[in-house]
């Protein structure tokens, strides 16, 4: 026999390969068909008792549940838990005869073979952990043999077969404890016992993968939660906000350089976003340069008029700064989606009652309106109209010449609007000078000087060679003319101011004597 590990040649009786040192396991192929029809053959022929035995099962599965885990032999082979007698057949419980076969799951003919996980032996060949016996084939854990068979773990030798933990000396076979045949329970119980605890082993070894595999899976997931994570972070650190917020912590922690250039490096990576530019503006504002800061959102906006984003923080600037008196300069010229995102700072310019194309002939009332929740300040002097100027209160009156009115509405944040301003004319009328009688010339008799006053207007005079005005006398009926040289001046004034020519008067009076 060759070894089928490394090929050399192995003397009979060897247990292990001299080359490899390898133990040697014959497991040949094995029918039991072939060994029942076997022995029934040989049976008919020699007319011997028993040859059916192998009929009495209903299963060969009890003729291979008959081989535990010991097989012990010399000339013939045993059955381990069910030896039946002598030294014939042993059939799974019930092993009758002499010289006859051990159906088992491996069972050869020849001398006698014992199957097991090694047959040695030259004789006869012992399957078994250990194998101790010179002349036959014992099968055991433990076998001390003599010429006989012995099955069991522990045998002291006699010439008949005995299975059992501790068989002492019989000269026929004895099988398990009583040497009855009702192994076949006991086997059942055992391989029961045997089947429980494999399986309980079995699930604790499963239950043990489970957990390890659970195990497992719990790293990888947080392994790959800590890989995202740090991805992420890194990700962010790099990103346009976490170079913003990083500008900022340097803002707070007055690293005014570095807030600096991590500013302008958030505007190169990103130049439509306003973050950047509002904390870049920041910097100089707490550097006190207001002048730099502005220009940092005139240059943003300048190059993206259509952004809300950065005109909304270049609002918030002069709204921080307390200079919201150029807002509406600002957003003058804005429209679209600028425009509409920027709506509550675009006050509308307060509205006018009069028409300044119109000339008017007679003293005007100016109103002013303007929306819900603002106040108008304004000025008639043609000056810029600021939240120092007069607050209206009331119609503005419109004299003759001309007037120019400048207004603002303000609303409750204090953003004011553009400022609206209109200029009005009004140009009186002359009226022609009122007819006064007598005529200039010298008189002798006591004469009465008179006036004509048209409706609507009043007269006034003087005496004295001085224009008249509203101040002046005003005139009621007839005037007696005074004695020697009197220069009389005349006007005609209406209600609304509206003054006519002067007429003058020379008069010399001198009575006559009789």
């Known amino acids: 026999m060759k070894c089928r590990y490394c090929g050399r040649e192995i003397p009979e009786g060897m247990l292990f390969c001299q080359g490899c040192g390898r133990e040697i396991r014959i497991v040949p192929d094995y029918n039991p068909l072939e060994d029942m029809l076997t022995e029934q053959i040989r049976g008919s022929i ?4 028993g040859y059916d035995d192998y009929l009495e099962y209903d299963s060969l599965r009890n003729t291979a549940d008959s081989m535990s885990r010991s097989t012990r032999s010399m000339t013939g082979r045993g059955t381990v838990r069910d030896v039946g007698n002598g030294a014939g057949r042993s059939t799974m419980r019930d092993m009758r005869d002499g010289a006859g076969r051990s159906t088992v799951r491996d069972m050869r003919d020849g001398a006698g ?17 250990d194998m101790r016996d010179t002349a036959g084939r014992s099968t055991g854990r433990d076998v001390r043999g003599q010429a006989g068979r012995s099955t069991g773990r522990d045998v002291r030798g006699q010439t008949g077969r005995g299975t059992s933990r501790d068989m002492r000396g019989q000269t026929g076979r004895n099988t398990g404890n009583t040497g009855r045949r009702n192994t076949g329970s006991q086997r059942g119980n055992a391989t029961g016992n045997m089947s429980e605890r494999e399986k309980k082993r079995r699930q604790a070894e499963r239950k043990k993968a489970v957990r390890r595999k659970r195990a497992g899976c719990a790293l990888v997931v947080l392994f790959l939660i800590a890989a995202i994570a740090g991805a992420g972070f890194y990700l962010y650190l790099n990103s346009y906000k976490g170079i913003v917020d990083k500008g900022n912590k340097a ?6 350089n570095r807030a600096i250039d991590l500013f302008e490096r958030a505007v190169k990576k990103d130049g439509t976003k306003a973050a950047a530019y509002e904390g870049l503006a920041k910097v100089y504002i707490a550097k006190g340069d207001l002048d730099w800061a502005e220009s940092i959102f005139q240059e943003a906006v300048k190059k993206q008029p259509k952004n809300p984003e950065l005109f909304e923080v270049y609002v918030n600037f002069y709204m921080e700064t307390d200079q919201k008196d150029e807002i509406p300069f600002l957003l003058e010229d804005v429209a679209g989606n600028v425009a509409e995102a920027l709506a509550g700072y675009i006050i509308d310019v307060p509205e006018f009652s009069l028409d300044e194309n119109e000339t008017f002939e007679d003293v005007q009332e100016l109103s002013l309106s303007a929306g819900e929740g603002c106040t108008i300040y304004y000025t008639d002097n043609g000056e810029e109209a600021t939240l120092q100027s007069t607050k209206y209160t009331g119609p503005i009156k419109i004299g003759e010449g001309s007037t120019v009115i400048t207004a603002i509405a303000v609303d409750k944040k204090g953003v004011p609007s553009l400022a609206a301003q209109k200029t009005y004319t009004v140009e009186l009328p002359v009226v022609d000078a009122p007819a006064v009688s007598p005529s200039t010339g010298q008189y002798d008799t006591p004469v009465q000087i008179e006036i004509k006053v048209p409706e609507g207007y009043d007269a006034y005079y003087t005496m004295n060679g001085e224009d008249p005005s509203i101040s002046s006398s005003k005139y009621t009926g007839p005037i007696d003319m005074p004695e020697g040289e009197t220069l009389f001046k005349a006007v005609l004034i209406n209600g609304k101011g509206r003054t006519s020519g002067v007429t003058t008067r020379n008069y010399v009076l001198e009575p006559s004597e009789e």
Do not use: Q
């Open 251 to 256: 803002l707070a922690a007055g690293e005014y």
């Open 46 to 49: 020699n007319g011997d008792e």
């Open 113 to 129: 073979r014992s199957t097991m996980r090694d047959m040695r032996d030259t004789a006869g060949r012992s399957t078994v952990r």
